[in-house]
């Protein structure tokens, strides 16, 4: 059973920063791609940062390029995903997911909202 669990989210004003966080565990985390997604309210899911499974690959939606950093601790089954220079535009919930082989797995999102 793949258990992901997201922490970080909170409140910040326009041009702050935070640091996401996602704890892995019932799987060998090193082998899976991993990703950070988010949802806005009345908008579809959309990915936001991918890391390939040593950590050497990523990428990222073009709206977050130079400002979001995805990371990943193989040793601490963790994924990151440092936020600076945060926008209105960014509020959402934001979702961490292993790229299974046999399927996809979610946590269950963490809230994070750029307000003044």
């Known amino acids: 059973q793949v258990q992901l669990v997201e922490s970080g989210g909170g409140l910040v004003q326009p041009g702050g920063s935070l640091r996401l966080s996602c704890a892995a565990s019932g799987r060998v985390f090193s082998v899976y791609p991993m990703g950070w997604y988010r949802q806005a309210p009345g908008k579809e899911r959309e990915a936001v940062a991918v890391?390939?499974?040593?950590?050497?690959?990523?990428n990222y939606a073009e709206s977050v390029k130079g400002r979001f950093t995805i990371s990943r601790d193989n040793a601490k089954n963790m994924v990151y995903l440092q936020m600076n220079s945060l926008k209105p535009e960014d509020t959402a919930v934001y979702y961490c997911?292993?790229?299974?082989?046999?399927?996809?797995?979610w946590g269950q999102g963490t809230q994070v909202t750029v307000s003044s």
């Open positions: 890391i390939g499974s040593a950590g050497s690959r990523t």
């Open positions: 997911k292993m790229q299974g082989t046999s399927g996809d797995y």
